[in-house]
C-alpha cells in the first residue's frame, strides 16, 4: 500500500500504529527505518536467509521424519543395522530409507512404498459404518483382550479375486478393571504369554480355519457369551481356546466347548459361480472356507481408554508392548 505522495507505506506495529515508510518508491532511496524497541518480551522477527532453498529444507526437516518411522516400522532389526538386501525385509527398509541425494520423484516414491504399499498410513485406522457407540468396549470395567489372525498375502489368488480370510476371538479379563494399579504390569504379563503361545520363530502360529464352529462358554472366566472361531477340525480349534486360557492364567475345561456342525459343507476350489446383483455381476462368496490364517497381533480394549492397548504385533505397524 502507498500513501497520496507515493512513498511506501509498511505495515502496523503489534499495537496498531503505523510504522514510518522504509522506501521511497519514486526514486528507489531507502531511507532510515523505525524499528520498535527490542525487548525479551518482544524478540525480533524471524527471516527467512538471503540464499534459502525451499527444497533443501524440506528435505532437511522431512527426511528425518520419515527415516523414524521407517525405523519403527522396521524395528525388527538390530539397532545396528546396516543397509543391505540379504533379506527381503532388508530390502524393503533400504527401499524406504530416504537419503539427502533423493529429488522429489525418489522421496515420492519411498513414501508411496512404505504408507500405502506396506500400509503404515492404515495404522491404528478404524472403518466402521453408522454409530461409534456399537463398536466401543463394554462399560463393565473389564478389559477385552483380542487375538487377530488373517490369510498371508501370498497365498491369496490373484487370478480367482478371492477375499483376503481373517479370524478373531476374544476374551474378558475377569481379574483386572480398568482402574486397576497394576494393569500395566499385568497386560505386559499377559503380552508375555501371548508372544510364547502365539509367535514361533518370530511368526504368528497357523490355524487352519474351515466348517466348524467351536465355542466356548465360561462366563467366570471371561467367556460370557460363547466365544467362538471357526476351524477345520475340533482339535485345532479346541487348542485355540486353551492357548488362550494359558495367557490369562485360568483353568481350561474341555467340557465347555460346544461344537457346531454347519447344515453345507464348506467351499472347495476357486469361486466361478457369479449372480447379479443390483444391476452388476458379482462372485458368490464362499462359505467357510478351508484356509491357512496367521496370528498377527493382539489388544485389549480398556473401557474409558479410547485407543487399543497392542500387547503383540507381528506386522510391525503399531507399538505394542513386547516386541516379538
Known sequence: MTSNNGVLIPPRDDEGKQLPPT???????????STPAITA???PDD???????????????????????VRQYFSDHAPDWKPNIATPRSSLRVACTMLDSDNQLIMNLRHHLLFDLLGYSRKNLLVYYGSRESIDPPVEGHPKL?????QDSESVSSTTQDYKADAECSVRLMTLENTSINLHE???????EIKTQFVHNKQGIIHIKGNLCISYKDVKHGFPNGTKIFSNNETDGISIFQKICNVI??????????????KKSSTVGAITETQ???????KKKAYRRVVNVRFRYAYALVPGEPEPVFL???TYRYHPLVKI
Open 41 to 43: 518480551a518482544t524478540p
Open 249 to 262: 492364567d485360568v483353568p481350561f475345561d474341555e467340557l465347555k466347548i460346544n461344537v457346531g456342525n454347519p
Open 47 to 69: 527471516k527467512l536467509p538471503d540464499n534459502f532453498q525451499p527444497f533443501e529444507h524440506l528435505q532437511e526437516v522431512y527426511i528425518p521424519q520419515h527415516n523414524a518411522l
Open 276 to 282: 447379479v446383483i443390483m444391476g452388476k455381476t458379482r
Open 23 to 33: 522506501s521511497d518508491v519514486t526514486i528507489g532511496r531507502t531511507l532510515t527505518p
Open 146 to 150: 483380542v487375538f487377530y489372525f488373517s
Open 312 to 314: 503383540v504385533d507381528t
Open 186 to 192: 499385568k497386560l505386559v504379563e499377559i503380552a508375555n
